[in-house]
T-cell receptor
Framework: ETGVTQSPTHLIKTRGQQVTLRCSSQSGHNTVSWYQQALGQGPQFIFQ???????GRGNFPPRFSGLQFPNYSSELNVNALELDDSALYLC????????????FGNGTRLTVT | DQQVKQNSPSLSVQEGRISILNCDYT??????FLWYKKYPAEGPTFLISISSIKDKNEDGRFTVFLNKSAKHLSLHIVPSQPGDSAVYFCAARGGRVEESNFGNEKLTFGTGTRLTIIP
């Protein structure tokens, strides 16, 4: 049990639509990251938020955006959905300082048809 | 360009024997390495990690070895148990090691190795 909660667990959307995925941590940590895991691949870094500001981004287009709230919960928004956006979306919180691991939620499985 | 590679997509090991999972990386700026285990329909679960200043870290049945000159790390599980059957990902972090929560926390993952423990 990581204490990281993601919602919804599954979602089906149509190409061109927009989607919002949510994430929260029981302990309220101030660094949250989002990852995309396509079938048969490892998770790919989308972006990271620290104290409500984006402070790192992977190779994803601007239609992937996020928010972090004062209570450290977070949202991932994806606009103009494409079929290739079908994947498992994971959020993760860092629970310590320095060299300490990220702890992941169970993810949201997004299917774009 | 895949900076973290797990060249074995799958591995089968007899229960009670040692499981050895391997991972290679190319980026010498990586400073912290982790192993995660993933069951279907769950997120990755942290197993064990190692800082680049060490060459070995042990936690119960799990030991991670780091060979910086070869840019290679491995995870040893001994003895292997049926509950160890899962997909294992190695991951590496680049950037500074900070004492605060701020810093480059981006993890680069391998493609995973599916471990099957045979009873």
């Amino acid at each position: 049990e990581t204490g990281v909660t993601q919602s919804p667990t599954h979602l089906i959307k149509t190409r061109g639509q927009q989607v919002t995925l949510r994430c929260s941590s029981q302990s309220g940590h101030n660094t949250v990251s989002w990852y995309q895991q396509a079938l048969g691949q490892g998770p790919q870094f989308i972006f990271q938020y620290y104290r409500e500001e984006e402070n790192g981004r992977g190779n994803f287009p601007p239609r992937f955006s996020g928010l972090q709230f004062p209570n450290y919960s977070s949202e991932l928004n994806v606009n103009a959905l494409e079929l290739d956006d079908s994947a498992l979306y994971l959020c993760a919180y860092k629970t310590g300082t320095g060299a300490s691991p990220l702890h992941f939620g169970n993810g949201t499985r997004l299917t774009v048809t | 360009d895949q900076q973290v590679k797990q060249n074995s997509p799958s591995l089968s090991v007899q229960e009670g024997r040692i499981s050895i999972l391997n991972c290679d990386y190319t980026n010498s700026m990586f400073d912290y390495f982790l192993w995660y285990k993933k069951y279907p329909a769950e997120g990755p679960t942290f197993l064990i990690s190692i800082s680049s200043i060490k060459d070995k870290n042990e936690d119960g049945r799990f030991t991670v070895f780091l060979n910086k000159s070869a840019k290679h790390l491995s995870l040893h599980i001994v003895p292997s148990q049926p509950g160890d059957s899962a997909v294992y990902f190695c991951a590496a972090r680049g950037g500074r090691v900070e004492e605060s929560n701020f810093g480059n926390e981006k993890l680069t993952f391998g493609t995973g190795t599916r471990l099957t423990i045979i009873p």
